[in-house]
Each structure stands twice: as structure tokens, then as C-alpha cells.
């Protein structure tokens, strides 16, 4: 076993309440539950001796006269991992059954289908669970030949397999070995249980092919209801399908990330958890959501928005704070494990997350705008609930925050959080002119205005001729890419255009903003945003660079990994760097490759054009170096 495979060699399964990371060797070395929040069973992913991990995988005397391949099913999260070895071709299916609807469950499980296709694979099991981040011992029971029981603290993990997979107890962990040949199968299954809920029920070879099949039906059914129909079904449809993964299906909370730990520099200290709910990342999900089709999806966590303004139960005593559990606690305190190493050397692992406690009032123009889409409101309840917050951002959006980067440096007044504001007034403004509902009209339109104003005067820096981070500065911010998506302005405003041919973007990568140049209270750098790489191809589309945004668009695919997934980063060689997969650059994903089909479409309308308008302008420096990169697209 690879002691760290590279981040972006993983696959994701899950069942809507849970996401696990299997490596395309056949490793679940990433597993949290019964919730995606909830301490990790496997975890060798952020210590490859202390974390845990199961692996079934093909055994071969050499590794090296082997080949391995990982894929998903098509339109499914039905993970394959084919291993082609010298004596035959096999392959293991993961997946779990998706728990669409109802309350939170206490058993969740992950079932492995071995087979083999071609000639005759020996496969080996290794199953070494570590509970609680690594921290808690476990026993170990073997009841028979096909069942094994770890008792952790307040946890059981049963491990059950099918005929001719025998499990043998090695010291406190479980192994077995076994031979198939052509048309043969079996299977392994992970059950994760609350202490004292009982054994699972028995395992057959049918019952686990049964189940593949349903998860199977499950997912080409769910993807139905996608109405997306452009160039790039295949990503949107990956997209799509990761975003509903990384879903707490009792809550519809979306989460940001299935991981907590992992770098976003290797060696460095910047590693989040990001199992979290953030308002910003899903309150942006819900337009996306609405226009791929999902409106099922928009409308519960616009529910679960609705009731965290309506409870006023932060950790801040502000009406909204910036990331929940995926049930609603508010509290999310930070704690180091000190006990683990992190991904190649990649320490403090950190779980919990401290900047939930952050002013950062961008969330009010980023929930506002959720809760009032397409003409939507929402129950009377709802309006209530959220004027409240409104006449409350009336009397405190003048002010600093930490910013939407969450930087640990101090607070600042960041233009992009005076543009949500901003957004939050105007949304609310036209919500009440157009549903005559009673509103603070008179005074949340002074607001309004004042953060235009402010915007306009103190965000524009006339010397770099371009909007910027902060009023203090003339750095650049990433984030100030969706001025023309709000409505601020224009996507051919000269100003904004202006800021377009800014620094921040290396061969059609983007940084969020220049540590150096900007000090953001940490150690250490990190790597390009994918998030903001896919708002800038958004924004090159909707200004009218086509050709460019195409080009950029069509670079960005390459840095997927082998089965369509992103982290949060791309590093200076192309590896993917961060939590992973990352919800907001799937969502970013959808939402560029949706405003690219509408511009190519309505260019090629035109009389006469032929979807390739303007020509990209001059290449564009990169902060970390200073080197430039001809981005023409020509």
C-alpha cells in the first residue's frame, strides 16, 4: 500500500449521510460515521500508521508486473477499480446504498463486490480500523469464519463476507485471502453501528449484487431530473452527482468537502476541516441547482437556511454565522490531533473549525439571494425571519470582517464583503416591490446606496485601475469575480473589465489573492483556486471573450483527476491540493459550464458570428513568481 497516494487518487462513495475516499489501489482510507462530521473510522489518509484503512486489493507477488485502472459507472457513484495482473483481470466494485429520505441513520454500510472478468486473481483483505481520529483502542470478536466485530467507543464496525472469503483476526485487525476465477464473485461489507444496535443481517453473495444494482437505479434515476443539455454533459453530470454526495440528506445541508486535514500546501499548516456547512458555498448552490434541474435539492436547504435565520442560534449572537453542523449546531470548536502526522508530514491536523466564530458579512447577501430566486420567496414565515436579519445588517454592514477567504491576519473592510451587502438590500428591495410584502424599504435603500457609493469611491484603486481586495490596499481579490454575476455592474463595464486583466491568474489557473502581498495571519502559501479558475472562465464568458473562456474551460478539464473529481487547489505541477472533492469548485464547474453554452449559443445566433468573438488580450502575471503565461486561446 502507498503510505499517501497523491490526493487526486481517490474516488468518493457515500450514502448521503456519509462519503468515503477509496484510492485507486483499492484503499478506503478515508471513512467518518454515521455522519460525515463525525470522527473517522479510516483515516490513514492523514497518518498512514495510526489512521486505519481497508484494502481489498488484487495479490501479486510483484505489484510492478500489475496494472490499475479506477472508474466510476457511468452517470453513478459506483466506484470500480480494476486490477489487471498477470494471471487474469479483476475488479471490486465500492458503493453505498443511498439513504435518500428520512431520519438520520445509525447503521451505514459499505459494501465491496470482488469478481473477476478475465483468468484467475488472488485478492487480499486488510481490514485495520483506528476510531476516533486514531485515538481509541477497539476489541476484536470473531464469531465465524464470515463475521468479525470491532467494538470501538460507542461505535461497532461488523465486517461480513461472503463464501470463500474466510477472515482470520491478526493480532486486533482482520485479514483474509482468497482466489476467484472468470465469473466468479464475493463480497466484503463494512457496517458501522451505534453500540447495542444488534448484528447486522446476514450477508449473501446475492443480497451485495442486489444492492449494486439499486445503487446503480438509484443514481441513473436521481440524474433524470438534470435538464442540462450542452457540451459537457459528461462533467456536469460528475458535477452534479459529487455536489448530491456531499449532501446530509435528513437536513438537505450540504457540506463543503468530505475531509478535514488535508493540505493545501504539503508540509505547510494551512489544513481545515471542511466537513461543515457553509452559508456562502450553498446559498451559491441554489441558482445552479434550480437551473440543472434539481429543484428538490434547492428547496431543502433553502428549508434548512430559512430555520437557521428563524432559530438566531449562533456561537456569535449574530443572526447567521458563516458554517454549521450539518444538523444546524452552531458549535464547531477547533481542536488539534496532535497524534496524527497529516498528509505527508502536513501538521496541524485540525478538526473542528475556528473560523465559524468570524464576522464575515458576506453570508447576508449570499443567503438573501437564496432565499429570494426566480421569483421565489417563500412562506410568509420565511420573509418574516429574514427582514428581521435585514434591519439587522441595516445598523452593522459598515464595518470590518475576516472576509470570505477567512484569512487569521485581522479584519479589514474587503470590498467583496461590502458587494454582499450590498446584494442583500437589493435583493430584499425588489422582493418587497415585487410580492408587496411590508419591508424596512426606506432604510435598507439608504444602505444600499451607501454600499454602492463606498464600493465605487474606496474598492477602486485608480493607479492599478482595478477593483480591490481591500480599502487599504491595492491587492487583488478573486472573489470580486462575480461583480458583473450579482448585478453589481455590467460584464463590459470598462472598469470591469479593468479588473478582468488583472494578476492573479497563471495559464488560466487563478489565485484567490496574493498571501505575499496581502498577509492573511499564516505561514506558507498555497496553490491556484479552483473555484475561482472556474469563475474566471464564467466571467470571460459573460464578457464577451469567448474564445479565451473556451480555452481556459477546456484547460481546467485536465486537471481533473482520473475520475472527474477536484480538490479545493492545483500545486505548481499540477497536483491537486486541499479537502477533496471540493463542493464549491463542482458547483463552479456547473455554473461556468453553464454560461459558456448560453454565450456560445447566443454568439452563434448572431448573424454571421461563429462563437469565437473577441481574441484574449495579453498574457497575465502570476503572483508567485512573476512569470507570465500566454493565454490567448488563438
Request: proline share 5%; hydrophobic share 40%.
Amino acid at each position: 500500500m502507498n503510505s499517501y497516494p497523491p490526493i487526486a487518487e481517490h474516488g468518493m462513495i457515500g450514502d448521503l449521510q456519509t462519503a468515503a475516499l477509496v484510492s485507486s489501489a483499492g484503499v478506503v482510507d478515508w471513512w467518518c460515521t454515521p455522519r460525515f462530521d463525525s470522527p473517522s473510522v479510516f483515516a490513514s489518509l492523514l497518518d498512514a500508521e495510526r489512521g486505519g484503512h481497508c484494502s481489498l486489493t488484487a495479490d501479486t507477488p510483484d505489484p510492478g508486473d500489475m496494472t490499475v485502472r479506477q472508474l466510476y459507472l457511468s452517470d453513478t457513484a459506483v466506484l470500480v477499480t480494476r486490477f489487471m495482473a498477470p494471471d487474469g483481470v479483476g475488479e471490486v466494485a465500492d458503493f453505498m446504498v443511498p439513504l435518500a429520505t428520512g431520519a438520520p441513520r445509525a447503521h451505514h454500510r459499505l459494501v465491496r463486490v470482488a469478481r473477476v472478468v478475465r483468468g484467475t486473481v488472488s485478492f487480499a483483505l486488510d481490514c485495520r480500523p483506528r476510531f476516533d481520529y486514531g485515538r481509541a483502542s477497539h476489541s476484536l470478536t470473531v464469531p465465524d469464519a464470515h463475521h468479525a466485530v470491532f467494538d470501538g467507543p460507542g461505535t461497532e464496525l461488523h465486517v461480513q463476507s461472503t463464501a470463500g472469503v474466510a477472515l482470520h483476526a491478526e493480532g486486533d485487525d482482520v485479514t483474509a485471502r482468497f482466489q476467484l476465477s472468470q465469473g466468479q464473485a464475493a463480497a466484503v461489507v463494512l457496517t458501522g453501528t451505534a453500540d447495542g444496535e444488534g448484528v447486522p443481517p446476514h450477508l449473501s453473495l446475492d443480497d451485495a449484487v442486489a444492492d449494486l444494482e439499486a445503487c446503480r437505479v438509484f443514481w441513473l434515476s436521481w440524474l433524470r431530473s438534470c435538464t442540462y443539455n450542452g457540451r459537457w454533459q459528461d462533467e456536469v453530470h460528475r458535477s452534479a452527482i459529487t455536489l448530491k454526495l456531499l449532501t446530509y440528506a435528513p437536513t438537505g445541508a450540504p457540506i463543503a468537502a468530505a475531509t478535514m486535514g488535508l493540505p493545501e500546501q504539503v508540509g505547510g499548516e494551512r489544513n481545515w476541516d471542511y466537513r461543515y456547512t457553509w452559508v456562502r458555498d450553498a446559498s451559491l448552490s441554489v441558482k445552479a441547482l434550480i437551473d440543472l434541474g434539481f429543484h428538490e435539492e434547492a428547496y431543502a436547504f433553502r428549508h434548512w437556511l430559512r430555520d437557521r435565520i428563524e432559530a438566531r442560534d449562533t456561537a456569535t449572537g449574530d443572526p447567521l454565522q458563516i458554517m454549521y453542523r450539518v444538523d444546524g449546531d452552531p458549535h464547531l470548536t477547533e481542536e488539534t490531533l496532535g497524534h496524527l502526522e497529516g498528509y505527508r508530514g502536513s501538521y496541524p491536523v485540525r478538526a473542528g473549525n475556528a473560523a465559524a466564530d468570524q464576522l464575515q458579512l458576506d453570508i447576508y447577501g449570499e443567503a438573501a439571494d437564496a432565499l429570494i430566486v426566480g421569483g421565489d420567496i417563500g412562506a410568509i414565515r420565511g420573509w418574516s425571519a429574514l427582514t428581521e436579519v435585514l434591519d439587522w445588517l441595516s445598523d452593522h454592514w459598515d464595518q470590518p470582517d475576516e472576509g470570505i477567504w477567512e484569512t487569521r491576519g485581522g479584519r479589514k473592510d474587503f470590498t467583496y464583503s461590502r458587494l454582499m451587502t450590498w446584494v442583500a438590500f437589493d435583493r430584499a428591495l425588489r422582493a418587497s416591490q415585487a410580492f408587496s410584502r411590508p419591508a424596512g424599504t426606506e432604510r435598507w435603500t439608504r444602505a444600499r446606496d451607501a454600499a454602492f457609493r463606498q464600493i465605487v469611491e474606496r474598492g477602486w484603486h485608480d493607479k492599478r485601475k482595478a477593483f480591490v481586495q481591500h480599502y487599504d490596499s491595492d491587492v487583488l481579490d478573486a472573489s470580486l469575480l462575480l461583480m458583473p454575476k450579482v448585478g453589481f455592474l455590467s460584464p463590459h463595464d470598462p472598469d470591469w473589465l479593468s479588473t478582468l486583466d488583472g494578476e492573479l491568474v497563471s495559464d488560466s489557473l487563478v489565485y484567490r489573492y496574493d498571501p505575499a502581498a496581502s498577509p492573511d495571519g499564516l505561514r506558507g502559501s498555497e496553490g491556484t483556486f479552483n473555484l475561482c479558475s472556474f469563475f474566471y472562465v464564467e466571467a470571460l464568458a459573460r464578457s464577451g471573450r469567448l474564445s479565451q473562456a473556451r480555452y481556459a474551460f477546456d484547460k481546467m478539464l485536465t486537471y481533473a483527476n482520473h475520475v472527474g473529481l477536484f480538490a479545493e487547489e492545483i500545486g505548481p505541477s499540477g497536483e491537486q491540493l486541499g479537502n477533496f472533492p471540493q463542493a464549491f469548485t463542482h458547483l463552479a464547474l456547473v455554473t461556468a459550464a453553464m454560461a459558456l453554452d448560453d454565450e456560445l449559443a447566443a454568439a452563434r445566433a448572431r448573424p454571421g458570428a461563429d462563437g469565437h468573438l473577441q481574441p484574449a488580450r495579453h498574457g497575465f502575471t502570476a503572483p508567485a513568481d512573476g512569470s507570465t503565461a500566454d493565454d490567448t486561446g488563438d
